[in-house]
């Protein structure tokens, strides 16, 4: 079963260190979105993805954050630099297109001390 | 006018009981409510979604109920099992445009007791 890939499964970084996370969404996907999910709370939407153009990033703390999908298939979000209040679960989804069902992966736990 | 309100925050049931979560929309322009299942350390999981255009739809145990006119929706789990223990969310969105793009609940975490 195909499945949306993401990587590292858990980060631990320091104050002010840059962090990276990546995502491989579902073959053939053409939007990607990059949730965060606060401990506690349902998710908040980051940042879209339509092929590599960024369709929403309304949501995204441009100041410390941010997110790239070179050549349409892979992403990655970035965070320089971290804040303890980053620590969340960071959740990639993709759907094939705007109006058909999104699928989420794992997520990466970041843990920022 | 962007916020989707879930209740109740936890939930305890007996196995073979059937909860029911309850989530109430202000935006009258969303068109899509799903509902997600997370297991610790997973990422959600679509149960089940529903459009505007009926009010109840059912798939398996699981059925959302729709109430356009008090912009509700809720979900409920027949004979709830044990391995049903996860956190549901609802959701609100625009589903002819932008599935993926969602605002979510808070969450509910359901304990089904053997």
């Known amino acids: 079963e195909a ?3 993401q990587s590292p499964r858990y980060k631990i970084t320091e104050k002010s260190q840059a962090v990276a996370f990546w995502c491989d969404p579902i073959s053939g996907h ?3 979105y990059w949730y965060r999910q606060i401990l506690g709370q349902g998710p908040e939407l980051l940042v879209q993805f339509q092929d590599e153009s960024v369709v929403d990033d309304s949501q995204l703390p441009k100041d410390r954050f941010s997110a790239e999908r070179l050549k349409g298939v892979d992403s990655t979000l970035k965070i320089q630099p971290a804040e303890l209040g980053d620590s969340a679960m960071y959740l990639c989804a993709s759907s094939v297109t705007g109006n058909t069902e ?3 992966g794992q997520g990466t736990r970041l843990t920022v001390v | 006018q962007q916020q ?3 209740s109740p925050q936890s ?3 007996q196995k073979g009981g059937i909860p029911i979560i309850n989530c109430a929309y202000e935006n009258t322009a969303f068109d ?3 509902w997600y299942q997370q297991f610790p350390g997973k990422g959600p999981a679509l149960l089940i979604a529903i459009r505007p255009d009926v009010s109840e739809k059912k798939e398996g145990r699981f059925t959302i109920s729709f109430n356009k006119s008090a912009k ?3 979900l409920h789990i027949m004979d709830s099992q044990p391995g049903d223990s996860a956190t549901y969310f609802c959701a609100a969105g625009h589903g002819s445009s932008n599935t993926g793009k969602l605002i979510f609940g808070q ?3 359901l304990q089904v007791k053997p």
Request: proline share 4%; glycine share 4%.
């Open chain 1, 3 to 5: 499945e949306v890939a």
């Open chain 1, 30 to 32: 053409a939007t990607l």
């Open chain 1, 102 to 104: 999104a699928f989420f």
């Open chain 2, 4 to 6: 989707v309100k879930q």
């Open chain 2, 11 to 13: 939930l305890i049931v």
């Open chain 2, 32 to 34: 899509y409510f799903p």
């Open chain 2, 72 to 74: 509700q929706f809720s």
């Open chain 2, 107 to 109: 969450g509910t975490t």
